[in-house]
């Protein structure tokens, strides 16, 4: 840990590494062997999971209740089962209100993709427009017609189409 510091002043004074251990029953790590509380945490939260997947109403109630008949924590969630109900809610909506950011930013995304679609589309049709006046100008000029003849055919002035003669490089044709 100490190597995520942006000063380093000397030898640390704590140094802490942590190992993440994945205590779901099914995964039968070592750990759960030698530590029943953990063991039995795990079969808990298994058992709240299964409850929410399952669709029952007030999971968590009904997780408790299965465990304590069960011995799982009995102890425990006999003294503690109101306050772990309103953890597992806390924990449950903070996870709702990840998800629900996620989709938040998922929909900012989209509209912000959209947006930027709508004005590519319209540079698009811009550059089209003025490709269809570009090609309209040398062929007037190639007739042999004059700026201000342009300028009047196009409902234009004179000024922008010198402009854009100028810009793009049209002009007459040598046969």
């Not at 995520?4 to 029953?25: F, M, Q, T």
Request: hydrophobic letters at 30%; a negative charge; charged letters at 40%.
């Amino acid at each position: 840990m100490s190597d995520a510091y942006i000063v380093k002043d000397g030898e640390p004074s704590l140094e802490l590494k942590v190992k993440v251990i994945n205590i779901r029953p099914e995964e039968h790590h070592e750990i759960l062997e030698r530590c029943q509380v953990l063991k039995e945490y795990s079969q808990f939260m298994e058992t709240v999971q299964n409850y929410q997947i399952s669709g029952e109403e007030e999971p968590y109630k009904k997780a408790i209740k299965e465990c304590i008949e069960k011995g799982i924590l009995a102890d425990y969630l006999m003294r503690k089962g109101s306050e772990v109900v309103n953890m597992l809610l806390d924990e449950y909506d903070y996870e709702t209100d990840i998800e629900v950011q996620r989709e938040e930013a998922r929909e900012e995304g989209r509209e912000e993709g959209r947006k930027l679609g709508r004005e590519e589309g319209r540079e698009e049709e811009r550059k089209e427009f003025l490709q269809k006046i570009c090609s309209l100008i040398q062929k007037k000029l190639e007739k042999g017609k004059t700026i201000s003849e342009i300028a009047d055919d196009l409902e234009d002035t004179e000024e922008n189409i010198s402009h854009l003669i100028e810009q793009f490089h049209l002009g007459r044709k040598e046969s």
